[in-house]
Antibody
Framework: EVQVVESGGGLVQPGGSLRLSCAAS????????MSWVRQAPGKGLEWVAN????????YYVDSVKGRFTISRDNAKNSLYLQMNSLRAEDTAVYYC????????WGQGTLVTVSS | QAVVTQPASLSASPGASASLTCTLR?????????IYWYQQKPGSPPQYLLR?????????GSGVPSRFSGSKDASANAGILLISGLQSEDEADYYC?????????FGGGTRLTVL
C-alpha cells in the first residue's frame, strides 16, 4: 500500500524556521518525482515545490524561492522541506505527494506562523 | 489573469451530470497540457481522480469510478471533468492542475453541491 506520512509541523514565530519530513512506503521512492503542496485555512491548494528522482532538479513557487529548500534521501525513502524566514502567509497544511500525477497524498502537517 | 481558472461553485441534482471546467489563460493552449483532477472532501486530503490530455493520453486514478471522466473544449481553452450519475457523496471541492515549465499550478477549485 502506497503511503506518505508528513511530520514536523507546528507553531513558529515569524522569521523562524521549520523542517518538514515525509516518510514514504509501499512504492519505489527513488523512481518518482515528489512534491510539497500546501493549503491555507479555508483556501485552495497551492503547489510549493518538487524534486526529481535523483535530486538534480528542483522547482519552487515564486513566493517561497530563496526561503524554502526541498530535498530527499532515497536511502531513507524520505522527502524534506526546509522552511526559513517564515511569514504569516506560510500558515497552511503542508502535504507531501507522489509523482508528476501527484496521485498519493499524506494527511498533511499543519504549520502555523504567528507571534 | 490567473493561469488556471475554475468556477467557484456549481450545483446539480442527484442522478444528473455535472461538467466542471478548468480554463487556461489565453496564450496557454489546453491542447498541449495534461489536466489533472482532484477531489477533496472536508477534513480530508485531496484524492487524485484522473488525468486527461487526449483520448489516447488519459489515465483513471486507482479505484476511481468510470462515471468520472475527462475531456477538453478546445474552443474554450478548457479542460473538463464530467461526473455522471451524481451521488450525494460526490459533494466536494474539485481542483484541476497543470504542469507549466516544471512548476505545478492549481486552479482555485470548484465546490460542487449535490442537491
Amino acid at each position: 500500500e502506497v503511503q506518505v506520512v508528513e511530520s514536523g509541523g507546528g507553531l513558529v514565530q515569524p522569521g523562524g524556521s521549520l523542517r518538514l519530513s515525509c516518510a514514504a512506503s509501499g512504492f519505489t521512492f527513488s523512481s518518482f518525482w515528489m512534491s510539497w503542496v500546501r493549503q491555507a485555512p479555508g483556501k485552495g491548494l497551492e503547489w510549493v515545490a518538487n524534486i526529481k528522482q535523483d535530486g538534480s532538479e528542483k522547482y519552487y513557487v515564486d513566493s517561497v524561492k530563496g526561503r524554502f529548500t526541498i530535498s530527499r534521501d532515497n536511502a531513507k525513502n524520505s522527502l524534506y522541506l526546509q522552511m526559513n524566514s517564515l511569514r504569516a502567509e506560510d500558515t497552511a497544511v503542508y502535504y507531501c505527494a507522489r509523482g508528476q500525477q501527484v496521485d498519493y497524498w499524506g494527511q498533511g502537517t499543519l504549520v502555523t506562523v504567528s507571534s | 489573469q490567473a493561469v488556471v481558472t475554475q468556477p467557484a461553485s456549481l450545483s446539480a441534482s442527484p442522478g444528473a451530470s455535472a461538467s466542471l471546467t478548468c480554463t487556461l489563460r489565453s496564450g496557454i493552449n489546453v491542447g498541449n497540457y495534461r489536466i489533472y483532477w482532484y477531489q477533496q472532501k472536508p477534513g480530508s486530503p485531496p484524492q487524485y481522480l484522473l488525468r486527461y490530455k487526449s483520448d489516447s493520453d488519459k489515465q483513471q486514478g486507482s479505484g476511481v469510478p468510470s462515471r468520472f471522466s475527462g475531456s477538453k473544449d478546445a474552443s474554450a481553452n478548457a479542460g473538463i471533468l464530467l461526473i455522471s450519475g451524481l451521488q450525494s457523496e460526490d459533494e466536494a471541492d474539485y481542483y484541476c492542475m497543470i504542469w507549466l515549465s516544471s512548476a505545478g499550478v492549481f486552479g482555485g477549485g470548484t465546490r460542487l453541491t449535490v442537491l
